[in-house]
C-alpha cells in the first residue's frame, strides 16, 4: 500500500461527519478532492469503505472495521499536535534561559514573578552560568535567552539589550564597626589595609574590580576568593573581610543589622543587566512573548 496518513485523515473526517461536504469544509478543500482521495484508498484496500444514501455516506462492515484503527491512530496524531501547539504557546510553554547569579537577583527572578502574574502556566528553565558560559549557551541553541550582568559587546548573529543599571556596594560585618562612619565617605586608600573578600581572579567581576583599583591608583589583592557571588554576603556576614555586593543581594541583612554599608569616595561605574538572544535562532511563542514583556517593563530598553 502506498497510502499516506492525509489518506487516512480524510477518510476519518467522511467517517465522523457521514457527508462529504462537512468533511471537505471541516478538511478547508473542496468536496470532489475528498471523493477523489475516497475512491484511490477503496482502489488501494481492494474493498468498499462507504456506500451512498439519501442519508450520506454509510461505513460499510469493512469501513466500520478499518475505522476502529484510523480513528485511534488520528486521537494519538491530533492529540500530538494539540501538545505541541501547547508547549510552544502561552497555555503550558517553556522558556530556557541561562543567567549569572548577579542578573538573577538584580533583575531576572523579579521579571519571572510579574510575568507568571500574567501568564502563570508558562515555565522558565533556568541555567545558572558565568557570563562567557551564558553567552555560549545562546551561541550553541542550548537557550532561548541569556541575561548577564557584564559590560560586553556581541557579534551577530547574537543580539543584546541592556535591561537595567546598577551599582556594587561596599558591606562588612561588625568586626568592622570603625567603618560605619554614617554620612561620611572613606577613601578606597583608607581601607586598602583591610582584608577584601572577592571572586576569583578569572572572572569577569573581578577584573572589574582589579580596573577600578588600578584607576585610583591602588592594587586589589583579596584575603579571600570566593567561586560565586552570593557566598560573599555570608563571609562578610562572618567578619571575614570587606565585600562588594550588588544592593540587592544584601538588602534584608542591611536592614536587620548584620552588616552595613561602607561608603566610599571613588563610586564605583555603573554595571548593567543584559538580554542576550539570537537573532536566528527560531524563538518560541512563550520567549516572544517574554522579550516583548521585558521591553514594555523597561522604559530604558536600549538596542546595541
Known sequence: MNSNFE????????????NLTKAA???????????????KLENELGCRLFT??????????EGRTF??????????????????SNLISLENGTIYISATETALHCY???????????????????????????????????????????????????????????????????????????????SLKELVSYPWIS??????????????FEKNGLTFAPDMELATTDMILPAVRHNLGLGFIPAEFADSQLESGQVFEIKVKEKLPERNIILIYDMEYPQS???KEFQKFLKEREMSYTDY
Open 7 to 18: 489518506y487516512y485523515k480524510i477518510f476519518y473526517y467522511v467517517a465522523k461527519y457521514e
Open 25 to 39: 469544509t471541516a478538511l478547508k478543500t473542496s468536496q470532489p478532492a475528498v471523493t477523489r482521495t475516497i475512491h
Open 52 to 61: 451512498r444514501s439519501k442519508t450520506g455516506m454509510k461505513l460499510t462492515p
Open 67 to 84: 475505522y476502529g484503527y484510523v480513528a485511534a491512530g488520528c486521537a494519538q496524531f491530533f492529540k500530538g499536535e494539540n501538545d505541541l
Open 108 to 186: 531576572l527572578f523579579q521579571a519571572m514573578e510579574e510575568f507568571n502574574s500574567l501568564y502563570p502556566n508558562v515555565r522558565f528553565k533556568i541555567l545558572n552560568n558565568s557570563t562567557t558560559e551564558s553567552v555560549n549557551a545562546v551561541k550553541e541553541g542550548k537557550v532561548d535567552l541569556a541575561f548577564v550582568s557584564a559590560n560586553l559587546q556581541v557579534a551577530k548573529p547574537l543580539r543584546m539589550k541592556i535591561l537595567r543599571k546598577y551599582r556594587d556596594i561596599l558591606i562588612a560585618g561588625k568586626r568592622f564597626e570603625e567603618l560605619k562612619t554614617g554620612k561620611e565617605e572613606l
Open 199 to 212: 571572586l576569583t581572579a578569572e572572572t569577569i567581576t573581578r577584573r572589574f574590580l582589579n580596573e577600578y
Open 285 to 287: 511563542i512563550a520567549a
